[in-house]
């Protein structure tokens, strides 16, 4: 079974602290995915990291594939309240002529004002 | 700018009633996948699709489940004698044919109850 592990499940943090999200596995990803999910929508694609190492901003946001390509994380600086929401990531692994999605149970984040 | 898009977006049936979802994937896109979500939960894959043929298939997929895409563009997801059990959220995600693209867009997803 494949299984991707996210830590905190849930996470409550005042406006302007940091935090940091991890997604670990024991098995090999030919990439990883991050996505927000708000609540009744569908999963909103935030970034693909493919290399061992990669390291990738988008604004305040970090997100980092480990060396060996089976954990990631992810670095919220300086969070906003508009940063609340549920944070998925999920591993890719090869099908037929496509990538099947393994996703982890995701992290619930809330920044209070 | 029209992403995947899914109809209806909420379903609510009576137990042992059939229900069939629709999905319109990003046009260029030729490979379209179905996603279940339960409440607290991660999306799981049921199945995979490029262009018209259905190349996998989970075994969360049962035999009450049927999915088809029949001209390569919109896709289906039919489920017979619904069970409380299959109340979820059913999200379709494409992806391009590009072989260098690990990238799946989703759709808002159609959330199915069934009393």
């Known amino acids: 079974t494949q299984l991707l592990e996210q830590s905190p499940q849930f996470l409550s943090i005042q406006e302007g602290e940091n935090l940091t999200v991890y997604c670990n596995s024991s098995s090999v990803f030919s990439s990883l995915q991050w996505y927000r999910q708000e609540p009744g929508e569908g999963p909103v694609l935030l970034v693909t990291v493919v290399t061992g190492g990669e390291v990738k901003k988008l604004k305040r946001l970090t997100f980092q594939f480990g060396d060996a390509r089976k954990d990631s994380s992810l670095h919220i600086t300086a969070a906003q309240p508009g940063d609340t929401g549920l944070y998925l990531c999920a591993g890719a692994f090869h099908i037929q002529g496509a990538q099947k999605l393994v996703f982890g149970q995701g992290t619930r984040l809330t920044i209070n004002p | 700018d029209t992403g995947v898009s899914q109809d209806p977006r909420h379903k609510i049936t009576k137990r042992g009633q059939n229900v069939t979802f629709r999905c319109d994937p990003i046009?260029?896109?030729?490979?379209l996948y179905w996603y279940r979500q339960t409440l607290g939960q991660g999306p799981e894959f049921l199945t995979y699709f490029q262009n018209e043929a259905q190349l996998e298939k989970s075994r969360l997929l049962s035999d009450r489940f049927s999915a088809e895409r029949p001209k390569g563009s919109f896709s289906t997801l039919e489920i017979q004698r619904t069970e409380q059990g299959d109340s979820a959220m059913y999200l379709c995600a494409s992806s391009s044919g590009q072989v260098s693209s690990y990238e799946q867009y989703f759709g808002p997803g159609t959330r199915l109850t069934v009393t």
């Open positions: 046009s260029e896109h030729n490979r």
